[in-house]
């Protein structure tokens, strides 16, 4: 049984399309998060969630809105996908947002946007 | 900016011997440390932890190191097995609100 699991697993798109990842978590915990891991393999944070309120929102473009229906769920919307959005997405989850706290990470979302 | 440096790429050992995986900082706000180990095709998953109240912490055959007044850290496996053959990700935060910075990753291979 998956913890965190977030689909589709690949993701291949054009330019300009609007696409949405859907990521959920079965551990109960309150904070989930999205790292991009682009093409030097930096894992960067993008946003993280804690009961569903936005704590977390380093400089990425507006064009990526998350949705956080409820603390089980943070689904990434990206409006007007450009090249520069390929990379893959992980999603995380963790107990609390404190940091230092060991994150649960999704298996990815390879986004290729032609 | 990197603030968390690995900068071995990669490291192949012998079955049986010790792999050093070396993680530098230059943030002296950072007093967690930790580290996770990549399989291609899944997400990180977490593999130890440090507070840099400590410098030493150990979990089976992974010990990490730390030594706050060079900005290092270093995760042993001792001894190695095939099955640690993988990308290896350090990454710090400090205490509150603060979101995990991750370095670059080392691929670590074991050959048999």
Known sequence: ?114 | DQQVKQNSPSLSVQEGRISILNCDYTNSMFDYFLWYKKYPAEGPTFLISISSIKDKNEDGRFTVFLNKSAKHLSLHIVPSQPGDSAVYFCAACYSGNTPLVFGKGTRLSVIA
Not at chain 1, 8 to 32: A, F, R, W
Not at chain 1, 48 to 54: A, F, G, I, R, V
């Open chain 1, 1 to 114: 049984d998956t913890a965190v699991s977030q689909t589709p697993k690949y993701l291949v798109t054009q330019m300009g399309n609007d696409k949405s990842i859907k990521c959920e978590q079965n551990l109960g915990h309150d904070t989930m998060y999205w790292y991009k891991q682009d093409s030097k393999k930096f894992l960067k944070i993008m946003f993280s969630y804690n009961n569903k309120e936005l704590i977390i929102n380093e400089t990425v473009p507006n064009r990526f809105s998350p949705k956080s229906p409820d603390k089980a769920h943070l689904n990434l919307h990206i409006n007007s996908l450009e090249l520069g959005d390929s990379a893959v997405y992980f999603c995380a989850s963790s107990q609390d947002s404190e940091g230092g706290e060991k994150l649960f990470f999704g298996s990815g979302t390879q986004l290729s946007v032609l």
